[in-house]
């Protein structure tokens, strides 16, 4: 991995990787110490691996805590993601478009799934949601059409509605 393909910014508080170069490719190692993947107040296509769609994996540290905006979106060669324990929220658009994940491993504390986080994902065909999930956001899963099946606290949905329907329902008990 080059490592000016990343751009990374710590402002005091937060460490967030801004921006991953176009020219990425392969697998993506991103550094520990980074707390956050992009940033909401970026422009469209400036959003951390956004339009990157040449890598294939990333490899996720336990410091990140949030995957923003769009941190994903059109990594259409994007394959699997493995989202530690440490992430407590997946932001709108984290991986729209990502047309060959096929593989997603949400960690056990993730808290949120935002609005079309895993729209036009059509390479998934089932997901594992951890128990923690409260939260999935409008649309979080169209045009998922070979999605075929959602576990949810040991109850497998084949109805992907009826899935959101229940985590949703889940957290507002």
């Known amino acids: ?68 905006i769009a941190a994903f979106r059109y990594c259409a060669s994007l394959s699997s993601v493995k989202i530690p324990d440490s992430v407590i929220s997946i932001g709108k658009l984290a991986f729209h478009g990502c047309l060959n994940l096929k593989s997603v491993e949400i960690g056990n504390f993730v808290r949120e799934i935002g609005d079309m986080a895993f729209l036009d994902c059509c390479g998934l065909t089932s997901m594992v949601i951890p128990n923690s999930v409260t939260s999935i956001g409008d649309n979080a899963f169209d045009c998922c059409d070979n999605l075929k099946s959602i576990i949810y606290k040991g109850t497998t949905y084949t109805d992907i509605d009826e899935a959101v329907a229940a985590i949703n329902a889940n957290g507002k008990k």
Do not use: Q
């Not at 992009?38 to 296509?45: C, E, I, V, Y």
């Not at 339009?51 to 996720?60: A, E, G, H, K, L």
């Open 1 to 68: 991995m080059n490592p000016n393909w990343l751009t990374i910014e710590n402002d005091g508080e937060r460490v967030i990787l801004k921006k991953c170069s176009r020219d990425a490719e392969g697998e993506i190692v991103i550094p520990e110490g980074v707390t956050e993947i992009s940033d909401d107040g970026l422009a469209p296509g400036e959003c951390g691996f956004e339009f990157c769609d040449r890598i294939t994996s990333v490899i996720i540290p336990n410091s990140v805590t949030t995957i923003g």
